[in-house]
């Protein structure tokens, strides 16, 4: 449960940390890049496994992090894409209603057993993840709806992605040295973009961009560094666990922005957040 609890506290932190990207108006995509450098060294500080540079590309599930970095970096593409041309609100539907590709995916090709309560949990979770992040600016243009599809395949085959390689390739021991590879990984794929904006006049460096990678590189590691270790615990399945944790990141970082950043929301959310509450009791059974 402490994994659980701490892989939801770090997503939450990440909520935080964007917000403040926003306030001190810090490059997004640049941000994004050096916290994959900031990931892939704090993993390889705490890690107990470690591997020469030299010996990286022996390693037999090194290419499943090449895998994922290239979907991290593009699935930030999209989603940037998603909240450019439909808003942010319909960036984070998409995103979160992905859920429901890693529970599909455990549900039907991993024969995962999950009882009615957590069923219904789980059906109950989508409803709340919708009404949660609703809002009165959702808008689809027949010629931008291609994004928030995108964006809501790529979330859930990132997820779907992690649990698949996790359970088949990584040992416990090696989840370290996995997490800070994939970060490394979608860290060289982000400096090839850099390398290519400079060279179009389009690149301009701050220093405030790098502390804001700080800042998000430490709890992005983390985040999915314990998602990876709850997701080992057999004595909880993973479509439970992805909808637990969805769901407790929506429910915390949407009371965070009502107090924290005083953010107005409608009565409806206010309906996602009881139903919100109702899924995670009954997910606890």
């Not at 983390?222 to 399945?237: P, T």
Request: net charge positive; aromatic share 16%; charged share 10%.
């Amino acid at each position: 449960m402490i994994h659980i609890i701490l892989a939801v506290l770090f997503s939450v932190f990440l909520f935080i940390v964007f917000k403040y990207f926003q306030k001190y108006n810090i490059n997004t995509l640049q941000a994004i890049i050096f916290n994959y450098l900031v990931a892939f060294v704090t993993g390889i500080s705490i890690s107990p496994s470690s591997i020469s540079i030299s010996h990286i590309g022996e390693i037999h599930w090194f290419s499943y992090c090449l895998y994922l970095g290239i979907l991290f970096i593009s699935i930030f593409f999209v989603m940037g894409q998603t909240s450019q041309k439909n808003g942010v609100s319909v960036a984070s539907v998409a995103s979160k209603m992905s859920l429901i590709i890693p529970v599909l995916f455990a549900l039907l090709f991993l024969k995962e057993k999950i009882d009615l309560f957590k069923i219904i949990g789980i059906l109950i979770a989508l409803i709340a993840v919708y009404f949660t992040t609703k809002r009165n600016d959702i808008s689809f243009g027949p010629s931008n709806y291609i994004y928030p599809i995108l964006l809501f395949f790529g979330s859930g085959i990132i997820d779907t992605s992690i649990n698949y390689i996790q359970k088949t390739h990584i040992d416990s021991d090696d989840t370290g040295l996995f997490s800070a590879l994939t970060f490394l990984s979608a860290f060289l794929i982000g400096i090839g973009i850099l390398l290519f904006q400079k060279t179009t006049n389009t690149f301009e460096f701050k220093i405030k961009n790098l502390v804001g990678g700080i800042a998000l590189g430490i709890p992005n590691y983390f985040s999915m560094y314990f998602l990876i270790k709850a997701l080992q615990n057999d004595k909880i399945s993973s479509a439970t666990l992805f909808t637990l944790i969805n769901i407790s990141v929506i429910l915390l970082t949407t009371l965070i922005g009502i107090l924290l950043f005083k953010e107005k929301i409608q009565k409806y959310n206010y309906i996602g957040i009881a139903f919100a509450i109702i899924a995670l009791l009954l997910l606890s059974l």
